[in-house]
């Protein structure tokens, strides 16, 4: 690996970190690690590391982003690294009203649903109920 | 029309004022007054209007819906709005780039073209050669 | 909660309760009870509501979006309320061969295999071997 | 061509004929006979042409399908042949609001625009001032 | 059914069988016996089986589509078929990086959440732990 | 710019030219440089260049997503770039029926418009009626 790659690699690690997600996108790297190391080093690396956006805003524009396109799997962990940058729950359901009325009601159902299932997961690991987040 | 409804159509319009959007969707006036009664009185006055969101972060992650889902019409407006709320040239193209990350490389081609035509319009209309804003 | 919110809040739960949706949307209840009230006061009292379409055709139309959509979840509860307000089977079957058309093959399977669920369940809720419905 | 091919060809410009689309997808047809035939004989004459559904409700499905889709192209002539079939003005804005709630308000602007569109092309035509359709 | 439809199922069917799909799409016999027939006679026997485009392309053009629409159910069985048609793995991983990269980074996720799962299955069936595929 | 980002921009400025793609997205360029050397540095240089896949079938399965997203613009450039890489007419035309029977009619209807036009600009441009090529 360049050197250049191997910085972004850290820096996309760093901020992974910085944002809960650092054991996240783990089945990538098992399926085909190149593509591992384009998600960690150049979306995380190069392209959420820049500046000109605060990591809020810029989680609050991907929440968006992903509350809209709703896709089948991949939005649960956005709800995770949003609480753990500090954004309330009362935000993220805001995020949710504004977002669906753009993107239409079956994506308002789909978000609480699935904001609704981490929610639980967080409770049932506190209870120790559970052991490991399944939800990703 | 109920005062419920007189009121919430107030608050919509104050807050496309606000917005410098007060001149948009006359053309739901034109074909059904109902329908901007509800464009205005419910998505402005009722859900835009809503706390627990900053405005200029109800813009942002309205704007990064519209880019991601790529509509044939109506994001131009809503670059407008952005700056009208302050948001800078370098955070619309912040947006861009991270929803684009999410969306897919063709709505980065859009909505590069759409923010493109956008300035090109506004300068156009200082310099006087052209009257009317007609990308909406 | 204004005169005017509480009539529409009444009269979209009355139209929840001839669609038998009534005991739906129940998770926006938990999560926003504020969302739970635009969705059954504003969506299902201001515009499932309106004259201008029977509530058949209605039903029908929303369908078909749900359908080309494919969200991942909320489809399968618009193919109970389409069979309690008497669309048949067979309407239903001709919908998702109509708009699959227009939306892909992948929507057709999608909507088979949600709408096979369902029949699955209906039926194993009158043998007594389920409970309580589950997929919406 | 076989003799089903022919019959259902047949029945595919029967129907289109009787919705005021004979004139329509003749870009297929230069570009792609095979494609014109596909289209014409099974997208109209083994799919439009079934039974289960009245042609007026095949209609309304499709024209909600396009309206959730939004593609940048192919929703006009969906409001001419509606209008052809007897649905009203009324009735295809009703349908506009409906479906814009399960697609997201971009669609509603979005079809709003189109409708009106057309209706302005009609009056032209009718006036004189056109002499050709050219919104498809 | 008219010899035309018998020749087209036959040619759908064999197909199929060549690409290992063969026992796939029994859901939509069951719900309905001729959207079964539209998708074996129509999609297989005269859409896939036409000239102009080898297997594997048509395979990798569709695996690419259903990729990029990321629909909820449906994708897994095109991973399989592609390497029943000698796709290898490696390039399966390349059409995810690609495709991904026009269709936003959560169809990554979702495609590699697929793709590993498919794997999973046909590991646990060599090995005796599932009898059964059920991942479509 | 490091020493990496020289090395990946030239490679993918080499592969654009290879494609006749050497002058586009200079939108890009023109509002955010740095968006331009992502493109053209990590989509074309790192992205478009990785071995696994030939040219040509990247760009069919490019073309595939493309026509299944059917965003409003930035698709016509690709039916430029497959025939610069040999692909046919006639292939083209067949991914365009294999994609449209999995992302709807809607999509192929868009896609034979698209490429008629670019067919028609080419024809504008070899006779001398059109000196640019205007459709990206």
Redesign the interface.
């Known amino acids: 690996m360049?050197?250049?790659?191997k910085q972004r690699f850290k820096r996309g690690m760093d901020l992974l970190k910085k944002m809960g997600r650092e054991n996240l996108?783990l089945?990538?790297k098992?399926?085909?690690p190149e593509?591992y190391d384009?998600?960690v080093g150049?979306?995380f690396g190069?392209?959420?590391a820049?500046p000109?956006?605060s990591l809020r805003?810029?989680q609050?524009?991907?929440?968006?982003?992903?509350?809209?396109?709703?896709?089948?799997?991949?939005?649960h962990s956005h709800y995770r690294s949003s609480e753990h940058l500090g954004i309330t729950r009362?935000?993220i359901?805001?995020?949710?009203?504004?977002?669906?009325?753009?993107?239409?009601?079956?994506?308002?159902?789909?978000a609480?649903?699935q904001?609704?299932a981490v929610?639980q997961e967080e409770n049932d690991i506190k209870k120790g109920k559970k052991k490991k987040r399944e939800l990703i």
Chains 1, 2, 3, 4, 5, 6 share one sequence.
């Open positions: 360049s050197d250049y790659k996108m089945d990538q098992e399926l085909a593509l384009i998600s150049h979306l190069d392209v959420w820049r000109g956006l805003e810029r609050l524009v991907t929440l968006a982003a992903n509350i809209a396109l709703a896709r089948p799997t991949g939005n009362k935000e359901v805001e995020v949710i009203i504004q977002v669906g009325h753009y993107a239409g009601w079956p994506t308002i159902s789909n609480v649903r904001y609704n929610i």
